[in-house]
Structures are given as structure tokens and as C-alpha cells.
Nanobody, 122 residues
Framework: VQLVESGGGSVQTGGSLRLSCVASGLTYICYSWGWFRRAPGKEREGVAVVDRAWSTSYAESVKGRFTISEDSAVSTLYLQMSNVKPEDTAMYYC?????????????????WGQGTQVTVSS
């Protein structure tokens, strides 16, 4: 499985950005996937996850601002980021959990992309 993220960049506080993650070689029927981030000097943290039942989980810090969605026809996962804040600055990663969990804990996830950088300026 390969995951390729795109859509990162620089944005001002209060602005919006949409991240994309394209999966290839995905043969699993049951899985969940989601977005994680890692800011400099901080631990990797879960941002949002969606499973095959379209159940979603969000970190408290992004609820009401970020929306996870997918287009299964093109094996693409999205993260719509709105009203961004400087604390959202991080490298954002897409990942897949073969066991279709709904956890935001990164250690459950098996496949990872290379990441896309998001920088929010004040």
C-alpha cells in the first residue's frame, strides 16, 4: 500500500486548506484511515479518522474546524481544514489501519504516507 499526501502549504490564521491522500495498492475491504500530525518538538497526534461504516473520530482541538471525508471511487482521503490556527502548524500524515479501528492512536496504524507540511502564520 502506498499513500501520497498533497495540499499542504502556507496559510494565514483563519484561512482554509484541503489536504488529499491518494492510496494505491489498497486491497483491504475492512480498514480505517485518517490524518495525523506532528509539530516540531511535539509527539505525533491523531487528527481525524474514518472507518468503513463512515464513523468518524476527531481530536478535540480540531472539532468543528476540520472535516474528514473520502472518495472511495478514486481511493482518496481528504481533510478540509477551516479556521486554522498557528497551533495547527505541523507535518500532516495519512495512515491506514488494517483492523478498521476508530482510534486516533497512531500506533494502531500500519501504512503511512510521507507527509505534507502545513504552516499557519498569525
Amino acid at each position: 500500500v502506498q499513500l501520497v499526501e498533497s495540499g499542504g502549504g502556507s496559510v494565514q490564521t483563519g484561512g482554509s486548506l484541503r489536504l488529499s491522500c491518494v492510496a494505491s495498492g489498497l486491497t483491504y475491504i475492512c480498514y480505517s484511515w485518517g490524518w495525523f500530525r506532528r509539530a516540531p518538538g511535539k509527539e505525533r497526534e491523531g487528527v481525524a479518522v474514518v472507518d468503513r461504516a463512515w464513523s468518524t473520530s476527531y481530536a478535540e482541538s480540531v472539532k468543528g474546524r476540520f472535516t474528514i471525508s473520502e472518495d472511495s471511487a478514486v481511493s482518496t482521503l481528504y481533510l478540509q481544514m477551516s479556521n486554522v490556527k498557528p497551533e495547527d502548524t505541523a507535518m500532516y500524515y495519512c495512515a491506514i489501519d488494517r483492523d478498521e479501528g476508530s482510534s486516533l492512536q497512531w500506533w494502531f496504524f500500519d501504512y503511512w504516507g510521507q507527509g505534507t507540511q502545513v504552516t499557519v502564520s498569525s
